[in-house]
């Protein structure tokens, strides 16, 4: 047994583990460098990037709840072109997977980013559709089935090679529905969950605790819904998916393998603690030799019921 | 890392000092410097789920110290805390206060605001720097410390706007007198003090550097949710990432109408 | 001013506080009167009522989550008759308003309960269109805009004593056009949320945590969700809005107050300390006294954008 | 209720016993209730949550005494509980154990489901009962309070699976062969255990009363969270809440397959 118990294939792309590092929680991966080796992770799914360099919202854009934590940062990034010619080239010194999320407030922004990016050296490309925190586009996308289809056929037609993860949003009546969209539209892969659309008044001042007003819940408070989302969507779905929210431990990862996660994104953790990650790997090896399992994706969708 | 509470001592009904044995972080602290402190001791438990930012008050063998105010989850757990017991803090973060090598130099502090001027303070005593300190509070509560600073300071300036200690009023108004006496000005404290504390450095175009406060999720940098905005020499806003390129600001460039 | 300042008149009837037990968390009112005073609530919604006795879902039920519980009890109660003949005898002697939560597995029987109860001495009936956890009715109505209108429509039309609260899913993409289908079909009020739908597993048996697989998700952990959708109801209808969801003290409910609640619903707390409804009614008084308030509902939807 | 933690000993790596001081409580306290534990020592805080249960495993001078065994959140952060700090609890829950005027009685415990019977042991030997232990545990560790249980028992028979103490194997093979002595039996322990030692006594027309687990919310019969099944005279099945009707059932009555 030559391979390791985490090295996992995700649409064709070689994994050494299954901890990535979820979109917006991460920066550009540099800025955890100096605290961390990103050698060991996964992958790391950097900042949604957009076309332009974007601002972002007003502050204050985060605020913590009860076992979790509101944000609104409104996809506030360096643009796509500032992303291949500062960031990508330091990105790609370490020994990880770039996954590059990225948006757009139409489906032509999409597709031009889209189109870019597909030629750069980067190994996946994960387009959020379920941002909350912008105006147009984000979410927009990712609240109706149409525009949902619609946004992931142009852009999976306009790329040639570079696999598809479309990130779902968890705002929805019924997530299968999407998960079928994207599939159906050519995902290669889906990422489920983003955020819960939240928000938080301080009573002194009666503001909102974020200038947006509403802003995205993730953190452990939401791992509940996100587990069931990514039950009911690998029931749906053949395409692989990675789960997302609230993971903080192992046990947590095994628990969305259990419900249907071939991979999964550590958000909100990385803020509580950075080596969380590295950790939850240390720990899920460790755990693989105690049960003597040969690869973690034997638990993919294993929950008995 | 890591480090042993050595004390934890309730100040007054709002203030709370802590002191940490950690040689690795001492070594690498700086004036100016925060960092992150992890207020729920256990690692299964998720509330209060971040970590908390507090300014390196001072460090001395070994040893580095928190002001903290209670506020609300994170300050209260952490005023719980027992002796002896072991405490996650991040490494020293952000920047730091700079030294331009002036001979006589105002700090400026206002409540918990006083917390990072003390390390700075022993800091510029120990470049041969003279230092006045204009200390501002609400009530007496809010005046903490005197001793300390008695080692590093030439002349303390305490105002309380209720006047049970020092001067009644705020502390802007005797630095107002005085302002031309100095080299640089060092702040911290509650926005408004800050500003206006800018205002009348600019005016006298007295450099000065304001040490501020965002909530921070992170606070290295990747989640982008502590922004300041930085005027800069083109008068174009910036934003920068108070937990990076801040804490500390020079004061001319903030934009206040945004904080 | 002698006019208590919690007390509120809630589609005419008035409560001498707007601290409503919620249904489901505090059985029929009697399990908790050997450990506090039930007088001095003000009100009780009770376990949701249908037109038969139900024995609900199979165990286990209950799961603890991070800042929250899931359940999937299914509804089970004693049956309209029953609680009629039974419970409500009782619970007439507290000096509280009774809010009767019913369900019902088609139109029909929602009508049939509403309009058994129309006629008994209670005083306000809680329309649950949310349950997640029973597989016909419940929910179903409550994801569907043209259902909600037919359900309520019909059973405020065979009505003619009581005012009807409609009491909306949160497992919506958008709660604001349920809130219009329940206000333009004749509810007199709106309750919300009821639970988000969630999972948990069990790593080491694999099996999942609750035997129904999926249950309601309640407590802390959903109040943002809850404040975001009370602030996108109170600017979308004019009925009063009763909030629900993972109030824990009075300063949440003042928080939900600012979002447009006219009254609240406390639930999952109860369970954590059974006189927390009596302290938040308690510190409640002591914060309108301090802050000089004249009646509790002029903080109702003040929230400042 | 709120009382004083006299102690909070570790017995070994799994379990700790802790002694809490409530007049209020103890008075009403009966063998077999329950009482729901505040893990979380701070109302500003949600993780965890719930309450949880635990068994009155024995009364003293103003004291009663939980023990407990590690399983996750809640029973490790009791674990961490320091003496002489003050713990949330509910007041005593549940039915309890009946007490038929037997003569001679089989106890028969399994691994922390030997909680409760202490306490019904002193009762029951109060009342001039002879009363034998079975108790059964899978390795040395979790075998306890022999000390305490030799006050009351005539005999005690343990058995761990490993054999590292008493007998090899489980306990209801030495219950199977000395069944015809007893007038009743009360067990509390793991279902399996608790369903074959039901089978022995019902085989035997022996009756047999059995003390249950199930996940709790409220603990007051309102969440409707915790249901045990029975079959009644009719072979109809009814469903109880284990909180109030329970957690003490009557053993020949309980549908195994249902738990
Ligand atoms: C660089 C920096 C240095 C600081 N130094 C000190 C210090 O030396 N002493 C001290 O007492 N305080 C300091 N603060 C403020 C301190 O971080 C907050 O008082 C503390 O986080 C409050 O946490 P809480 O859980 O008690 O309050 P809660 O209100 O329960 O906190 C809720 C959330 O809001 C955040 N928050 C609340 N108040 C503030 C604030 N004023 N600034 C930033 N985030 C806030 C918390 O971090 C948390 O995420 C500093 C803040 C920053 C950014
Ligand atoms: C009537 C009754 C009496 C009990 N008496 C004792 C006793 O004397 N000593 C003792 O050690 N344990 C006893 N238990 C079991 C005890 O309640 C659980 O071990 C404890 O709740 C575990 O909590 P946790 O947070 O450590 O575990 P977690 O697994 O983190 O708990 C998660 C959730 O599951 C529930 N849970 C987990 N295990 C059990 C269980 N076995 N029974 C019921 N709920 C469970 C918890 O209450 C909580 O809601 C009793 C249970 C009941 C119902
Ligand atoms: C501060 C912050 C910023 C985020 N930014 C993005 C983003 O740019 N693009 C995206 O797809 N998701 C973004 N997310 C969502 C996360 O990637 C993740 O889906 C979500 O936080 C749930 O996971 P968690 O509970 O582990 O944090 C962001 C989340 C946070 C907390
Ligand atoms: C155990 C349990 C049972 C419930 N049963 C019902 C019910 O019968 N009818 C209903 O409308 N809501 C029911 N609910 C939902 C609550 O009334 C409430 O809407 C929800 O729990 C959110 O509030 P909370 O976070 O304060 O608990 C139930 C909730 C719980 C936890
Ligand atoms: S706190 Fe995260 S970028 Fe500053
Ligand atoms: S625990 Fe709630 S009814 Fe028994």
Known sequence: MSKSPLSINLCGIEFKNPIITASGTFGYGIEYSRFIDINKLGGISVKGISLKETSGNKMPRIMETNAGMLNAIGLQNVGVEKFIKEKLPILKKYDTKIIVNFWGKSVEEYVEVAKILDNENVDMLEMNISCPNIKEGGIAFGTDPKMTYTVVYETKKAIKNKPLIVKLSPNVTDIKIFGKMAQEAGADAISAINTLLGMAIN????????????GGLS????????????????????????????????????????????????????????????????????????????????????VEI | MKGKVVSNTKLNDKYYLMEIECEEFVNKAKPGHFMMVKAQQYDYLYDPLLRRPFGVCDIERGRFKILYVLIGKGTNLLSQIKINSTIEFSEPLGNTFKYNGGKKVAMVGGGVGIAPLLFLARYLKNQGTEIDLYYGGKTEDDILMIDEFKKYCSHIIVTTENGKVGQKGIVTEPLQKNILQYDKIYACGPK????????????????????????????????????????????????????????????????????
Request: include cysteine.
């Open chain 1, 203 to 214: 009573i002194e001042t009666k503001k909102p605790y974020i200038s947006n007003i509403t």
């Open chain 1, 219 to 302: 953190g452990p408070a939401i791992k509940p819904v996100a587990i069931r989302m990514v039950y009911e969507l690998f029931k749906t779905v053949d395409i692989p998916i990675i789960g997302i929210g609230g993971i903080m431990n192992y046990k947590d990862v095994i628990e969305f393998y259990l419900a249907g996660a071939k991979a999964v994104q550590i958000g909100t953790a990385n803020f509580v603690n950075p080596e969380i990650s590295l950790k939850i790997i240390d720990d899920l090896e460790k755990y693989m030799a105690d049960k003597n399992i040969e690869n973690i994706t034997d638990f993919t969708g294993k």
């Open chain 2, 192 to 259: 408004k003090m800050l500003e206006a504390t800018t205002k009348i450095a600019v005016e006298n175009k007295i450099p000065i550097e304001v040490s501020l406060d965002e909530r921070m999720a992170c606070g290295m940098g990747a989640c982008l949710g502590c922004l300041i905005y930085l005027k800069n020499d083109n008068g174009e806003i910036e934003q920068k990432r108070c937990c990076v390129e801040g804490p500390v600001f020079d004061g001319s460039k903030i934009v206040w109408s945004n904080q």
